[in-house]
């Protein structure tokens, strides 16, 4: 069993970065199976669904006094911007890093979801006020057009969805596009069921109960997009990539003496980053202790962003001896 010294997440200075390499494994760990161009495209395809029917909705919601057809339409047209932002954002994210943006503007994206988010929790709020103003006072609603309506929203919806799901829901930013339609489809299934109960039985205040249902679904997918950005943001580790995890597993590693300044974060959905200060024990290649460090991290977490700086731990004397690279620090790329 490894005796090595693990500590997460502190802080220290004065490396001096020596023995310090950088390292990008699998073309940079950015690839995303789906092009950017293609992403742009399948997200055009389903903001033309959307914009199409939402202006046929409204019309429709107004003629049937239907508040659960009029947060459809609502909610679409946060579908809509949501898409238009991620376009937006898919865009900007994509001019390479330059000047002080050392790592570019991916996190735009991030920003991009969390706008998605914040609007959707806003919208539940609107849409819960107005539906508890309904339930007291129910104004009179066209079952069978709300039916209808509802029913053709739902083919829009799938097809909506199904061009979003064609892009890469991996980023963190796509997902949220794709998140406003799938609660939009729901809705719709909602409003379809609510449109019904209304045309069969007179009971006006299902149409104010599916509003509730939109609601609270929305709140639901809103508040999981503010989280997963606000981690991004505030630079936690991913889920499978646990530091308390990592450490003890780099300190097993033979000839590991210590692991200090263990930091892991993200860059953006998707790229997930890791540094660390390692100190190894007696005369061993610490050049070779690091590669094999940045296998485990590789096929077992995943992490091709990392970099780790690894010295020679003078025991007798408390100092640390810096690994020296023949011809200076090395940049590898698999």
């Known amino acids: 069993m490894s005796t090595a010294r693990v500590e997460v997440s502190s802080t220290s200075e004065g490396h001096g970065g020596q023995g310090h390499a950088h390292s990008h494994r699998d073309g940079d760990g950015h690839g995303h199976g789906v092009s950017a161009d293609a992403d742009r495209r399948w997200l055009a395809i389903a903001l033309g669904l959307l914009v199409a029917f939402m202006a046929v909705e409204v019309g429709v919601g107004v003629l049937a006094h239907s508040l659960a057809l009029i947060s459809d339409a ?32 991916k996190r735009v994206e991030i920003l991009s979801a969390q706008a998605n988010g914040i609007t959707m929790l806003l919208l539940a709020v609107w849409f819960v ?3 508890v103003r309904r339930l007291v006072d129910p104004p009179v609603v066209s079952g069978p057009l709300v039916l209808a309506t509802a029913l053709v929203g739902i ?5 909506a969805a199904w061009s979003i799901s064609r892009a890469n829901r991996t980023s963190l930013n796509v997902e949220g596009a794709f998140q406003h339609i799938l609660n939009d489809l729901y809705a719709f299934i909602g409003t379809a069921i609510a449109g019904a109960v209304v045309w069969l039985t007179a009971f006006a205040r299902a149409d104010a109960i599916a509003a509730l249902l939109v609601a609270a679904m929305m709140a639901r997918a809103g508040w999981n997009l503010v989280r997963e950005s606000g ?5 936690a580790a991913p889920a499978n990539a646990d530091p308390p995890v990592i450490g003890p597993r780099i300190a097993a590693i033979p000839a590991v003496a210590e692991v200090h300044d263990l930091h892991v974060w993200q860059i953006t959905s998707g790229q997930p980053s890791l540094s660390a200060h390692i100190l190894v024990s007696g005369d061993v290649d610490c050049h070779a ?11 077992e977490y995943q992490l091709q962003h990392t970099t780790l700086q690894v010295d020679h731990a003078d025991r007798q004397q408390g100092q ?6 023949p011809h200076g620090p090395v940049h590898r790329s698999a």
């Open 74 to 105: 609502g909610h679409m047209l946060t579908d809509a911007a949501s898409i238009v932002l991620a376009l937006v954002a898919i865009r900007i994210a994509a001019r390479p890093a330059r000047g002080a943006y050392t790592y570019g503007f």
């Open 129 to 131: 006020c107005a539906s």
């Open 155 to 159: 083919v829009v919806n799938i097809a």
């Open 231 to 235: 981690r991004i943001f505030l630079e």
């Open 289 to 299: 202790v690091r590669t094999d460090i940045e296998a485990v991290l590789h096929n």
């Open 320 to 325: 640390h001896e810096h690994c020296v690279e």
